[in-house]
Nanobody
Framework: QVQLVESGGGLVQAGGSLTLSCTAS????????MGWFRQAPGKDREFVAA????????YYADSVKGRFTISRDNAKNTVYLQMNGLKPEDTAVYYC????????????WGQGTQVTVSS
């Protein structure tokens, strides 16, 4: 069992930066692939970024590529999302997710943290 807790959300002006953190408890995430997703009101949840178990591979949605960076520190059981050049359309609830390396679906989800970008 893995529990995920996000932090770092808040209000930021367009063009600003924000870093989200996701800390896992219950077991190590050493063998887990990790991802960030987001959901705006009235819209479907969408993929943002992912990082594999070793940190050697990262993936980004086209909408955030070049602006967001996902990273992880397995010793701290934490994954990060560094967000630069924020735009109002980035406003959403951001969710951290985890899956066992090689699994098809993300089986564990955090409660979400609100990110609001003002113009």
């Amino acid at each position: 069992q893995v529990q995920l807790v996000e932090s770092g959300g808040g209000l930021v002006q367009a063009g600003g930066s924000l870093t989200l953190s996701c800390t896992a408890s219950g077991r190590t995430i050493r063998n887990f692939d990790m991802g960030w997703f987001r959901q705006a009101p009235g819209k479907d949840r969408e993929f943002v970024a992912a990082i594999n178990w070793s940190g050697g591979s990262t993936y980004y949605a086209d909408s955030v590529k070049g602006r967001f960076t996902i990273s992880r520190d397995n010793a701290k059981n934490t994954v990060y999302l560094q967000m630069n050049g924020l735009k109002p359309e980035d406003t959403a609830v951001y969710y951290c997710a985890a899956k066992v390396a090689g699994a098809y679906d993300y089986g564990y989800w955090g409660q979400g943290t609100q990110v609001t970008v003002s113009s």
